[in-house]
């Protein structure tokens, strides 16, 4: 698929009820041939037609985002979230404001992007897409790409509550078309590379739950002690490599893991953790009392970093670039990867196809382990999420 081509998003959303069961559409079309290049959508749960219109968008920018545009036109017969976005009108609901920062996150990593109000008569097939992801719902099974449905799991549920902390939770259902693209349980036809995700071992900033980014903090004694339980496990896991980061805590934990399998350790600067800036070695609360404007903007948009650190959004780009040269260094191999909290949810969140909210909707222990299978020919699988047997017993 081309890059570069400009693109029409059509993105729609709809309640029954007002607030009630919800949900929402988008379609992507390739603006001069009109062809549909991909489609998505969701049940939400509860929840309003403002909030569901403006979840009919950030699927829609996100899908456009993928396909590398050089001009995006966004169409919705929604003239509040129109004109939201345009800039004209103000977002007055809390509700709707982590929804706007989302869509104005997303539209900042676009090169160009427009916004037109259309009458509802245009928008049909996003209007189509959210009325089958809202009756796949009442049926309690989730859309998937064609207008079927399948039973719902609640993993994958994106419940919207009508409520000033509403925001984006999960990605939808994706119909790329795209015959490489394949459902997960579908028969791959080329080799998986398969990525351990191991989380570095215990810290004394870790035993305090405090912001843990570029620091050199080394292992506790029980933080050797996980890092050996899970090299235990690791012996015999078949995995011919380990990739870790260079921080101290991760290099630590590789290096027990490295002798356990018998290989050399080698370091990936891009799996290191955050950059948090200022609030390093600071807990939640004392961030939230310091620089309470700045957390704020924070937990609101991926793009916007600590004070003198690094955003989410620059996060995963450089995870993105580590995890392309390790698949292209070991392909079809198992690799473990030692690293920290956001690294290994932003790869997870990759595997999923979900959106940079995902992160906060993840819970990963210290020492824990996740897998992810990688296709050359197909989308990613998440095998395993914060496993923590090694640790218990």
Known sequence: MSAGRQLVVEADGGSRGNPGPAGYGAVVRDAVTGQVLAERAAGIGRATNNVAEYGGLIAGLSAAAELAPASVEVRMDSKLVVEQMSGRWRVKHPAMRPLHAEAAALVRRLPSVA????????????????NEAMDAAALGQRWRPGGDSGPADAADAWLVEHEPTASLSAEPAVAQLDPSRRPGWSAPSTAATTTLLLRHGQTLLSVEKRFSGTGDQPLTEVGRAQAASAAGRLATSGATAVVASPVRRARETAELVGAALGVEVALEAGLR?????????????????????????WLADPDVPPPGGESFTATAERVREARDRVLASYAGQTVVLVSHVTPIKTLLRFALDAPPSALYRMHLDLACLSEVQWFPDGPAVVRSLNDTAHLTG
Not at 115 to 130: G, H, K, S, V, Y
Request: no cysteine.
């Open 273 to 297: 953790e955050t950059d948090f800036g200022a609030w390093e070695g600071h807990t939640f609360g004392e961030v939230g009392q310091g620089w309470p404007d700045e957390m704020a903007a």
């Open 115 to 130: 916004f037109t109000w259309i009458p509802r008569e245009r928008n049909r097939d996003a209007d189509r897409l959210a």
